[in-house]
């Protein structure tokens, strides 16, 4: 199974609301990642988890929390969202254990905040 | 990391090899070269990598210029599924993340 699963793949969601997205991989992966990706740009990185604990945060608002339960899920949490918070978010997974390794993505959720 | 620079679009006839180039001019010596692709709407996917060496796999080949500056990726006999954004990254060793930095990459358009 060389599969990041993604859910939901598309959500649609109100300045006021409380939202989840999941992530979940079975390749023994202990790094896993959030990006973002507006449209016709590149991914941007927003969080790093490295044995399930947050490592790198690239200065992403509050309103934006990541949490990673154990080592093949994570979810990123979302409150009082903007509309500017419209985009695609992309998990993505890692080993650790290696000089050179490769990044594997999920199909994103495309996310509207109305 | 050290900074890449691709043209922003590239077509290609359907069955024809696609050379796509990057220049890596800064690159330093524990530095590698990635490839990967983005097709419309899906999330990024690994294509290859290498350090100094020309890499080959089932899907592309990768050949680094002697003074590494530079590479080109080669898709031997593209196909419409070719079509996606193709990004260049330039990424150390020996951190095992995938923390990567993304620029603009290169647009090919495969046509039939």
């Known amino acids: 199974d060389t599969e990041v699963t993604q859910t939901p793949k598309h959500l649609v969601m109100g300045m006021t609301n409380k939202k989840s997205l999941k992530c979940e991989q079975h390749?023994?992966?202990?790094?896993m990642y959030w990006y973002k990706q507006k449209a016709k740009k590149p991914p941007e990185l927003m969080f790093v988890y490295s044995y399930e604990k947050l490592s790198i945060n690239e200065s992403v608002p509050s309103r934006f929390s990541p949490e990673c339960p154990n080592s093949s899920l994570l979810n990123l949490h979302l409150h009082a969202l903007q509309p500017e918070d419209s985009a695609l978010y992309l998990c993505a997974s890692s080993p650790v254990d290696r000089e050179v390794t490769e990044a594997f993505f999920g199909q994103g959720t495309r996310l509207t905040v109305v | 990391d050290a900074k890449t620079t691709q043209p922003p679009s590239m077509d290609c006839a359907e069955g024809r090899a696609a050379n796509l180039p990057c220049n890596h001019s800064?690159?330093?010596?524990?530095?590698?070269v990635y490839w990967y692709r983005q097709i419309h709407s899906q999330g990024p996917q690994y294509i290859i990598h290498g350090l100094k060496n020309n890499e080959t796999n089932e899907m592309a080949s990768l050949i680094i210029t002697e003074d590494r500056k530079s590479s080109t990726l080669i898709l031997p006999h593209a196909t419409l599924r070719d079509t996606a954004v193709y990004y260049c990254i330039v990424k150390g060793g020996g951190t095992s993340y995938g923390k990567l930095t993304f620029g603009q990459g290169t647009i090919l358009t495969v046509h039939p």
């Open positions: 800064t690159i330093s010596g524990n530095e590698y």
């Open positions: 390749m023994g992966h202990r790094a």
